[in-house]
């Protein structure tokens, strides 16, 4: 063997499942009080010089003993290589060997070994590298414990300014957080809302968060914070926050030095500035660019970076779609290299289909980073399933032309199009206190696979959620042997601490995979993927968007608006129904928002034969009689899909029934109870969009089209989050 | 001419429209104080000798001149006749005559011969008489005004004490009502609820009947009174009600005295006694008998009746479905000649489906009526679309067997089968304040039909249905030259007071009726027909009952007990769901109630295998694996029934949307809104039932069957009558 090689001798180990659920489940256990069994290994030879050891490569080495696969060999090298392919997080695989250049490389390469064991692909794989440098999840945590857009409890960061002392429970929750996030290839977290506290930079606050990264870092996460622009003001007692002002420069260097003092490797700074009432730049009439380069400029010297978000409008009459990009095009250039404009993946926020950003790719001279959304804020919280790999794939795919044809949004984000030294991507964390994690049992597969398309963002979603699926379902033999009554006691309603057994194991096991795929992958993959055109279809097909019901963002809305009500804020704003027609006209006879695109996206969106009908209505404004490519009317195609999307709900009920046997029974009865809420809100939105289009249009719904059940001036009085929820 | 016979010369009439509800239009409008413009008659010549004069004739007369239908021939005699064939009320057709006995004969036979004009049916009818000599509405209304199971508003009779002096609305909304009653035959009301009040026989309370009663007489019907048989003790001041002691009967003997000074031709008492709480001759050691005998006799010099209710049963724990034959059964032969039984159509309680009481000819030597309930108490209410007239013809028309085959409820009931010289048929009212008087707009088809039942008891509920809708619907050429936007004001959301004429109209007229048959008349049937044992289906399947929510008896409650509830308030006690299996053992190796009914009945319900499946779950407490005749277990069939009622609900919305065109607007959208609730509600009733008993059976659902989409834990917890309905 060669110095840097180390041969695990592993011969039968008694296994714990591998996965991300599977590392969920084992390690949730740990946060829970629930430990699995200490893995009963045989004999293992285990060879690692003393000059090697670093805590990242002890996590490896557990990962191998906890996740082992295969029964028939037990012997697997890690190699330290200086392979020019391989960037410094990147590693290559061959069957019994793992080669990275770092540490950290190795346990990305660890979890990929393991995976491909569980999941049968091949065990060669030349290199891989991540496609983003820095792969984060940002956390809508506020100190008070409560988590914005969170559906899964309370934040694992924070509990209020009275328990800033980190627990050991704490310590271990975060433990479990990083694993979780390093077998996915995440590497770094924002700890905190974007709608920052300004209290988040005071020395208790400070402390937790060092806490919090050295419990991180062994899994290669580097710690971030999201940061008030008006902190020197609040916190600091400082009458400006001007960031031209050299008392603030001041503060904000000692304050920088202060962060670093405790967290010495820290990342850096997000900063929402001059958005939806929070304070910018453009409060003391300076600009974003000369806002984001002071920090940059203090953060420079410790290899920080600030993470600028583009997420800005005004509540005026121009396009709120237009409007970051009107904002930041002009500013190219001007930013300094360790600042990187991160954009959300549509022009709006988040919608269950948007078209990508304009800003992709047109920002050339300054590094524009994706945020995508994990938490499921406008596609069914934590009560439906919605797989958003494919929505995340459908935007990192499209094609923005910026340097022609093949410039994808992925193209143009990860420095390959345009010569961007910081890459990065981020995922708004769906990540709470409950018990499994997500909230909805399905939803882990959302975290799983911003990690996946972070780490390779020319990955298939499909691909991943099948990848998922075998993770977290499939019956091991592993688990055949570990789980018997007597070592499993009751898992408390908590589907996330126990491994997905069902009863029917022995057979399964004894048929091998095959049943299983047949009977379990095959229809719940094919569920998962349709699960996110079923919620558009039923929410907002062919374009619309925003028809939320005011603030809460589950609910219908379509009709809602009120004296004195900020009009972008409002669904009739982004649908602008009326009795000719249905959409918002962004072509060059409306808004003009298609010029933001290059040719020929610009010519193809501008021309409603063109135009994706999937994104039709998003770009015209077009006659409730205008014929669709299936030769039916706008508005019985808008009837056929809201009507599609509820037969899909339905449909979902009986897929998840016809895998029963297949899946542990808490985690069955909770998603079927889940899918139950999915098809009876799916109704609600179906009868609300509907019923409230056709007081509009009064146009009769297709003879066969099965009719709402819901009174319209009902519906407009309820609480959908609510409804026929007591 | 004969003497007794008058032309009446009937040159161009401008038509009101004639029918039930067309009565309901025309009438309703005097009440809504919407009258339609009179009747502009070009010429008509009467003739009529003023020794013939009578109020009925004039009403026949008028009914004539407003409904006349045939625009070629305006020359109709009335005539009087001894023909033996025609009993007192009878009459006979032919065309351009209507032969009668009497003049209320004549009345009857004028509406006859409108109605057939109208539906086209021949007008050659050799005789009809009534099958029932008293054919009564029971209203069950209360001096506050409130209604018991009433649906469509408050009482038409009351108003509270402070009230009792009639007004000239109140007057006229009486003639209304007795009119449409008479256009359908029926000749007696009971004015107050059976849970009577002593105040009843009050004497503003006796004044305020006899008001009534004035109004009614012209239209033949006759005036009876609800009584509680503690009146005595609780309005007169004795100690005691016993109807063997003297003073109780001196005290009734003036009492009734008193009532014939009011009202002269008042037909008699319903009483409701030792049921439910109320007091009777129970309680003071006497029996049923001898109870109803003091009054029959005191009421005899009068030739009034008393109608005495078999609705009793206890809260012991023998068979509810057994108690009220226990009871009367050995009484049979003591009850004087102008008593009669009142048996409900079933042995419980007016669900949904029951098999007929067996009472029905097991009192062979003593009269015996029916009580149907027109009000949807256990039917939807006045949400719920149910055409009841296909329950009560299959009640009429079981075969009771008391003398062998063809001894139906019907022949046992109407004097055919036992030498009854007094008969009756009841019907529960479901009559209100409401404009449209009934609540549901389809729900005056059930006081048509029950009408139409009670004159002929072998009548066809189909034909009845479609006679319904023919008056109702059908576009006449006077409704197209009457109705100008200028005579006829908004109705202000009151479909009953506006004739349903649609916007098609000109072109519908054009095509005469056939259009109208296929496009509207034939589904609208359809549904109609098909709408109670939709609703059996969604409530409670192959004789399933009383799965109601405790009092309300409107949603799903098939869960509800409670410590110290009496058990036979429970639906428990009626489905009996255990692990083994469904349905209450009334078969000889349970409670044995098969023995209340005759051979080869007996034989028939006691065996599963030749029990009908409509009455399975009635008469047998059966395994859910047990065989169904499609070869489905009982389980899978009670799902699939539950589901089929369900979809059969929705496919009612497609019905009803299709024939927009054909109603007038109000109606269509009031009976759209009505129907979108139903389809909610049977989802609910699907839902509730069918995931109760899944979680005492723990069977899977049907693998293709829709699923429920409300959680059990949270249907429980909701009051249904406002579920959903904010």
Redesign the interface.
Known sequence: MSPKSYSLFLSFLKMLIFSALGLFVLQARAVGKLWLPESAVASVEVSMPAWEKSPGLDLAKQALMDGWQDHENSDIKLKISRDKRLSDEGYSLSPGCITAKTHQGLLYGVYEYLRRQQTGATLDLPFSNPSYQRRLLNHWDNLDGSVERGYAGRSIFWKGKQSMEPTAEDRERWRVYAAINASVGINGAVLNNVNASPEMLSLPVLKRAAAIASELRPYGIVTYLSINFSTPISLGGLKTADPLEPEVVDWWRAKISEIYSLIPDFGGFLVKASSEGLPGPGDFGRSHAEGANMLAGLLKPYQGIVMWRAFIYKPDNSDRAKQAYEEFQPLDGQFSDNVIIQVKNGPIDFQPREPFSPLFGALQKTAVMPELQITQEYLGQEHQLAFLGGLWEECLQSDTYQRGAGSTVARCTDGSLFNQSLTAIAGVSNIGTDNNWCGHPFAAANWYAFGRLAWDNSASASEIAKEWLILTFKPTQASEKNLTSDEHPSSEGNPGTEPNRSPKEDTALKHAGEEWEKEFLQPVLSMMLKSREAMVNYMMPLGLHHLFALDHHYGPGPWYDAPGQRKDWTPPYYHQADAYGLGFDRSSRGSNAVAQYREPLRSQFNNPATCPENLLLWFHHLPWEHRLQNGLSLWEEVCRRYDAGLQEA?RF??VW??V?SWVNSEVFLRVQ?K???Q??DA?VWKDACLLYFQSINQL??P??M??????LE?LK??DMRH????
């Open positions: 339905r009920q009986l029934d016809s029963e109870a899918l139950r809420r098809a009876r109704q009769p719904f003879e066969d099965e009719r709402p059940v819901h009174d009902v009085k309820t409804y026929m929820n007591q």
